[in-house]
């Protein structure tokens, strides 16, 4: 006899087939990849594509995307489903580290700063956000990057430097004139170096001309990948052109030159010489390095941390970064175009105390606040601080003295280097140092890994 408190044991294989699938579908590729080991039945069931790989796309992208876009079903679920977990680490943010792009062809010369990647309903999208331009405190956001899938599944990617498509159906669009791919677009390869770190390098090998111009009613562009069939570009002064990727035909024309006389091999070094300069003069884009922002938004153990905006002291807006480092301190570095001179070097502010002053505070203290100005937007010149009113206060340094260091303690006045950040009621703050007679006030750009105040 069995009483209420004994567990009844009934094993996976009595379930029905829709439960067993419903709970596969919580787990990932690898889990269910062993368990589909444990017997030929379990192995069919893990195989089932339109059942099992479509709940488990379905469960963790359906909300994010439209899966069943990506490619109208040109390939399986299982294949789509790993490429989408692999295209998941792509959300979010990323700050451009090192030098602006220089070799940009006939494009515009801009590489942007912060690039923000998003979800679209059959591709990943990948937008430069800016500053406005026009003095307020709005925030740009122009596509630049697109990352689609082929009809073979592979990712296809585009580099649109000028942001001319604003939609994934203007793209496809423009990619049904080849001219728009030669002139506009450039084929790039995003590369993953860890988890939190992206370059972006022109796909030299990609076959422009294997592009057949076919648009599938998902909206996907079919185009040619590395290494598929397509005529390459000839040279002037080749006596033949080899049909397939160039790498192949590097291969074929060594080889082949090898077993001529030595005549044959000299033929080829030229060759190779002048493919390598005409190769230099076709690259328009330089690889360009990424690093993900990890951390966008405040959390109650870190309430200064994030991407946030703010008018400067020449009363333009800038973005700011305020990390906390490993061992409990803050700094705030500007997020901007570095042709801008000492861009992206020095922080803006640093600390190593993060240990607050709470109200009430000194009547010095309260002095310093007070005989400020606010830099604001003109839209908010009128604006009232209502609930911004200072809630915390916290030490902060300039870069001066950690750039010049011997310097800090003799020659520089400490009041050039020495800074607050007032923290208000409602979550944002404003910094400011002594040697200036006014206030930055900050607001975020993100929400929950969100932008928003877009134009």
């Known amino acids: 006899m069995t009483t209420q408190n004994d567990a009844v044991q009934i094993p996976f294989s009595d379930f029905p ?3 067993q699938l419903t709970i596969l579908s919580f787990l990932n590729q690898s889990e269910i990849s062993s368990f589909s080991c444990t017997s030929k039945r379990f192995y069919s069931l893990c195989s089932h594509d339109s059942k ?10 359906g909300s994010k995307t439209q899966i069943n876009k990506w490619v109208s079903g040109q390939i399986t679920y299982k294949r789509l489903y790993k490429t989408l977990c692999d295209l998941e680490g792509l959300i979010g943010f990323w700050r451009r580290s090192g030098e602006r792009n220089k070799n940009c062809g006939n494009v515009v010369d801009y590489t942007p700063a912060l690039v923000y990647f998003q979800w679209g309903d059959c591709c990943v999208t990948g937008s430069r956000v ?4 026009n003095g307020g405190s709005g925030v740009v956001k122009r596509p630049c990057f697109w990352i689609c899938l082929n009809s073979e599944g592979e990712c296809v990617n585009f580099l649109d430097p000028n942001c001319k498509v604003e939609v994934f159906e203007d793209l496809v669009k423009k990619c049904d004139d080849l001219g728009f791919v030669e002139n506009e677009l450039i084929p790039v390869n995003v590369n993953f170096m860890g988890k939190c770190h992206l370059v972006v390098e022109e796909n030299l090998n990609y076959v422009s001309s294997g592009y057949s111009g076919e648009v599938r009613k998902s909206g996907v562009v079919k185009v040619g990948s590395p290494g598929s069939p397509g005529s390459s570009r000839g040279e002037e002064g080749d006596e033949e052109n080899v049909v397939g990727s160039p790498v ?3 291969m074929y024309q060594y080889f082949a030159n090898r077993t001529s006389p030595g ?5 080829w070094s030229r060759r190779q010489r002048r493919r390598e300069k005409v190769k230099k003069c076709w690259k328009k884009w330089e690889p360009e390095h990424y690093v993900k922002i990890v951390n966008c938004s405040p959390t109650p153990s870190r309430p200064l941390q994030g991407l946030w905006k703010g008018i400067c002291d020449d009363m333009k807006l800038d973005f700011y970064l305020v990390a906390y480092d490993d061992i409990g301190g803050i700094a705030c570095r500007r997020v901007e175009d570095s042709s801008k ?7 803006v502010f640093w600390t190593s105390d993060t240990t607050f002053i709470e109200s009430p505070f000194s ?3 309260n002095y310093i606040y007070d005989s400020r100005t606010h830099l604001r937007p003109p839209e908010a010149s009128d604006y009232i601080h209502g609930d ?12 001066y003295d950690l750039v010049i260091p011997d310097l800090a303690e003799t020659s520089v006045n400490p009041r050039q280097v020495e800074g607050r950040i007032w923290q208000y009621g409602n979550g944002t703050f404003g910094f400011g140092f002594l040697r200036d007679n006014h206030i930055v006030d900050l607001k975020l750009i993100t929400r929950n890994d969100n932008l928003f105040d877009t134009s």
């Open 363 to 365: 009547p010095e203290e």
């Open 52 to 61: 099992l790989w479509f709940s488990l796309c379905d469960r963790k992208f």
């Open 341 to 347: 001179p000492f861009s992206g070097y020095a922080p």
């Open 248 to 250: 192949m035909s590097d």
């Open 263 to 267: 005549a044959g091999g000299e033929r």
């Open 17 to 19: 087939e829709d439960v």
């Open 130 to 133: 800016s500053p406005s331009k």
């Open 388 to 399: 911004e009113a200072v809630s915390r206060i916290l030490y902060i340094n300039s870069s």
